[in-house]
């Protein structure tokens, strides 16, 4: 994260799972657009290493484009339904 506020103030820094990083790799979301641009821009040129390993990155948006749900059939349980917090884990002890 430090490394990445060299560019903008970050907003969130995901690290990713280290052992499966091509499905789920490691990201970065900026405040601002022109951050992550800044921080793309030294990353393509080589500027930016971490650990000693020079960063690769690409652009992707964070916008989600939302489908509509089919009214004619049952959507079953919410993901949310399906969700344990740390609360829970603790009241269960």
Known sequence: KQEMERFGRV?????GNRMNPKEEPPWVRFYEP????????????????LDGLKLQAEYKSGRKVMERPDR????????????????DLFLEQ
């Not at 992550?36 to 080589?46: C, H, M, R, V």
């Not at 059939?73 to 740390?86: A, I, K, Q, T």
């Open 11 to 15: 907003d969130v820094c995901h690290m």
């Open 34 to 49: 022109n951050g992550a641009e800044q921080a793309l821009a030294a990353i393509k040129s080589g500027q930016v290493f």
């Open 72 to 87: 004619g059939r049952d959507p079953g349980p919410s993901r949310r339904d399906l969700e344990v917090n740390s609360r």
